[in-house]
């Protein structure tokens, strides 16, 4: 039997994942959040879900000319905001994000017009500001206690005054109880074939939802890899949202429900997301 490795994932994965993790069956790759295998399937899976990146443009103040996106992934929310004429730099940890995004702009047609950017955006400092900052795909939520005040000072620190910063998260609602949801997916690579599931376990009292996807994959000769990851989005109200944004300096403007998501296809299979738009308050408000 293979050696599965320890490490953050495991911590995150919940029911019928971490009975996987513990049956330790050979060839299984556990991966930190959106690397491998299942980090490459899932800006396809983002995308099939129905999740629009021009939800955030369509959002965003027409005269602002500068975009800066932050864990931008595989660049749906910068290649969109490049095709709306924008200026944008796109920031990801993530070498094999940041490769598939670059991809993604050059066959759209906008390779010279983004600025990919490999960096750990917490400890971001481009020297400048921009008119818009976006944080998409539930980014923010993926970011707690340090981290995310770190996150939260680099975002006030690249708005120009009066910029916008655009961010989606799936607002808890109230009294919402505990679920938990298993979606199975058919997956195809080039000749090998398999499934994912993905599931989450969204519990609001703990203002917790885990995001576990687990693949199988089978090759022509009947070999079988397994893949396994998790990740945990923090869930807020919306009203817990806006006031941690105001202790930055960010001043929650409109709030947007998601019509167009398709719930049973996506990553969050069973909450509606929610967009939010802030607006940068002059320097010395906000005390984060
Ligand atoms: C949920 S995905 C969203 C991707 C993209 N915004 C979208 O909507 O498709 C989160 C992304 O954040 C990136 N990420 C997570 N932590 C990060 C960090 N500390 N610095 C930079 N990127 C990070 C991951 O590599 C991943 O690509």
């Known amino acids: ?136 795909g539930l980014s923010l939520t993926l970011f707690e206690k340090d981290a995310r005040t770190a996150l939260l000072r680099v975002i006030r620190r690249h708005l120009a005054p009066g910029g916008q910063l655009l961010l989606d998260h799936t607002p808890a609602r109230p009294d919402e109880s505990a679920t938990e949801q298993v979606l199975t997916l058919p997956v195809a690579l080039g000749d090998r074939r398999g499934f994912v599931l993905l599931g989450a376990q969204r519990l609001p009292a703990e203002r917790r939802q885990f995001t576990n996807m687990y693949a199988e994959i089978m090759d022509a000769a009947g070999n079988t890899e397994r893949h396994l990851t998790g990740f945990t989005f923090r869930v807020d109200s919306s009203d817990t949202l806006a006031h941690e944004l105001a202790r930055f300096g960010l001043s929650v403007r409109d709030r947007y429900p998601d019509l167009h998501a398709v719930p049973s296809a996506g990553p969050t299979p069973f909450a509606s997301r929610e967009l939010v738009v802030a607006e940068a308050l002059p320097e010395g408000h906000g005390r984060g």
């Open 1 to 136: 039997m293979s050696e599965i490795p320890k490490n953050d994932t495991a911590q995150s994965l919940f029911g019928v994942f971490a009975g996987i993790h513990s049956l330790a069956l050979p060839r299984t790759t556990v991966s930190p959040p959106f690397e491998g295998l299942l980090g490459a399937y899932y800006t396809k899976l983002v995308t099939q879900s129905g999740q629009d990146p021009d939800w955030f443009v369509g959002h965003a103040p027409r005269t602002a000319e500068t975009v800066l996106d932050l864990c931008c992934g595989g660049g749906r929310t910068a290649v969109a905001f490049a095709r709306s004429g924008r200026r944008v730099t796109a920031v990801d940890r993530s070498a094999l994000q940041i490769a598939a995004a670059e991809k993604h702009g050059a066959e759209e047609g906008f390779a010279g017009q983004v600025d990919w950017v490999t960096a750990d955006v917490t400890g971001l400092d481009l020297g400048r500001t921009f008119d818009v900052v976006v944080i998409a």
